[in-house]
């Protein structure tokens, strides 16, 4: 009930509003599939008038009580703006440069495919994908710190990568940039 909940909040908390019939059909299709593992999904007749108008009223409880924890607080800030800010400090050339701007862009939009929305802060992500993207194009921004250099990063004001406790690199170059993350690099 409170993943349904979820699910009916987070649509129209993303502008992405779904019926709340259809978020109850779905999840009730996959709370009593046969196979639990998914892997043949039969579709199960609609649930009986009765057991939908229950269901109903505990997701819209489930919902408020959701509301009133977080309280009605529903600021959520995703990494795209930091995107259009942080490119031109990296370089006023970088700036010009569409391409690399459209490839950090996307590799945004992948990364909500993984938990990386989740375990990072959103400026962190937008400064790991213009990285990316600059490694992607070969494309020089300045130094990624791995050298004792200063990275270009510094120049951003409060934002400061913790090195990683492994090999003391910036956490963006030792885990952010592994090659099971976002895209294989060769």
Known sequence: VVAAACLFLAGKVEETPKA??????TTYQIKNRKDKAGAESIKLP????EVLEAEKELVLIAERTILHTLNYNFEVEHPYKY???TIPKASPKVAANRELTQIAWNLVNDSYSTLLSLQFEPLKLAVVAITLAAELLKY???STGENGEKPWWNSIKDFHLPKHEKDGKPLE??????????FTRK
């Open 46 to 49: 609609p649930p009986k008038k």
């Open 140 to 142: 020089n921004i300045g």
């Open 173 to 182: 170059t030792s885990f952010l940039l592994s090659p099971n993350i976002l």
């Open 83 to 85: 995107l259009l800010t």
């Open 20 to 25: 709340l019939q259809q978020v109850i059909s």
